[in-house]
């Protein structure tokens, strides 16, 4: 299921460290206190899984690893940053 995906904590702020040019496992996991490799890996093979992400492997030694966002996992980001604008909004409103 989907939010198997994106139901977990560290989902949101794996992507939003990626968006910004942050693409390396190594750099991700040194993002935020308490992301551990381990948690790294299992979110960001599900994110592969659901196509939001893309694994690009270089043939180089040693061995080099990045992920990028899909055209699907853009427009992911696109209508989830809609949803916090909405949120935002509510709350002005309030």
């Not at 977990?8 to 910004?20: D, N």
């Not at 490799?37 to 040693?62: C, D, H, W």
């Not at 427009?75 to 940053?81: G, N, P, S």
């Amino acid at each position: 299921m989907f939010e198997d995906c994106i139901g977990c904590k560290w989902t949101l702020h794996i992507l939003s460290q990626i968006r910004c040019g942050i693409n390396r496992p190594r750099a991700l996991v040194k993002t935020k206190k308490g992301l551990t490799t381990k948690v790294l890996n299992e979110r960001l093979a599900k994110m592969v899984q659901f196509g939001i992400l893309e694994k690009i492997s270089y043939p180089e030694v040693p061995p080099r690893v990045e992920y990028q966002l899909t055209p699907f996992g853009k427009k992911f980001l696109e209508t989830l940053d809609r949803l916090e604008d909405l949120h935002l909004e509510l709350m002005n409103d309030l």
